[in-house]
């Protein structure tokens, strides 16, 4: 069971930290966003000392989900399955300022692949580019040593 710490540290990271937001969520569906996703196990996290210092936050999606999401076509990861699909998408990434490039990162990127490990194509944008190109990669071209050693290192 997820603790109402996490799910508290998430929605005020989203309201203080995540400014890119054309649209915020009124707090008690935020609060309701973040517990539902968390239990469908769509957020991954990192804490130390019981302090939130990064997460993912990914859905498992349809290709259809996925053109409607490109197309800025009405889509909901609350109400919509965003947990069997086969393209996972990268919906959202925060990790504290000081805690990039260190072992946070690697954790979560880690967690990402293995909950998504079952999935043909990754998807994210490119926030920080003025276009936010889409970028969409098949899971057979992709060479990390992630999918060739196998997710937990096995060969």
């Known amino acids: 069971?997820?603790?109402t710490n996490v799910v508290s540290?998430?929605?005020?990271?989203?309201?203080?930290?995540?400014?890119w937001h054309s649209f915020?969520?009124?707090?008690?569906?935020?609060?309701?966003?973040?517990?539902?996703?968390?239990d469908n196990g769509n957020i991954v996290y990192y804490e130390e000392n019981g302090e939130l210092v990064g997460y993912v936050e990914f859905w498992k999606i349809t290709p259809e989900q996925f053109g409607r999401l490109v197309l800025h076509m009405p889509f909901s990861a609350y109400l919509e399955n965003v947990t069997t699909g086969n393209v996972a998408y990268v919906a959202n990434v925060w990790i504290r300022d000081d805690k990039r490039r260190s072992h946070v990162t690697k954790?979560?990127?880690?967690?990402?692949?293995k909950h998504c490990s079952d999935c043909d194509y990754y998807?994210?944008?490119?926030?920080?580019k003025k276009t936010q190109p889409v970028k969409v990669f098949k899971k057979a071209d992709l060479k990390s040593r992630l999918?060739?050693?196998?997710?937990?290192?096995?060969?």
Do not use: C, N, S, W
């Open 107 to 113: 954790f979560l990127i880690l967690e990402f692949f």
């Open 123 to 128: 998807v994210g944008e490119a926030l920080r």
């Open 1 to 3: 069971m997820i603790t």
């Open 24 to 38: 915020k969520m009124i707090p008690e569906e935020a609060v309701k966003y973040h517990m539902k996703l968390l």
């Open 147 to 155: 999918f060739t050693r196998g997710i937990y290192g096995e060969r």
């Open 9 to 19: 540290q998430l929605v005020d990271i989203y309201y203080r930290e995540e400014t």
